[in-house]
């Protein structure tokens, strides 16, 4: 995490055992949410840099994720060709979303619907 007006490093998002392929930030509450090819999702204080919560489920790399707007959730897109619903203060995985032949890419959340992409063109 760098200071962009000072150009320092403030600390590393270092929990991963992979690379980190998306990030967002959760700015009212000061927390960041990773994914990675590790197949996990971390959640991370962006005051202290640590890790507060690790959310395991994905059998393959997870490669974006998408906040709720109601801000409490999140849903992932990973290459086992499933998304996954998180609870991001429990941490608890609410439905797994299956049926795709092949990798879901990305997934974007509106309030009353959900667009996903994959590669089985569905």
Not at 48 to 61: K, P
Not at 83 to 112: N, P, Q, Y
């Amino acid at each position: 995490m760098w200071n962009l007006s000072g150009g320092d490093c403030l600390f590393s998002l270092a929990a991963h055992d992979s690379f980190i392929s998306s990030i967002l930030i959760r700015p009212n509450v000061h927390q960041a949410l990773t994914v990675s090819r590790d197949n996990t999702l971390k959640l991370w204080d962006l005051n202290s840099g640590q890790c507060l919560r690790t959310f395991e489920g994905h059998r393959d790399w997870v490669v974006s994720t998408v906040i709720h707007p109601n801000g409490h959730q999140a849903l992932s897109a990973s290459w086992d060709n499933t998304l996954k619903l998180w609870d991001l203060e429990s941490g608890e995985c609410l439905h797994t979303f299956s049926g795709h032949a092949f990798t879901c890419v990305t997934v974007k959340v509106f309030v009353t619907f959900t667009i996903k992409c994959s590669m089985d063109k569905l």
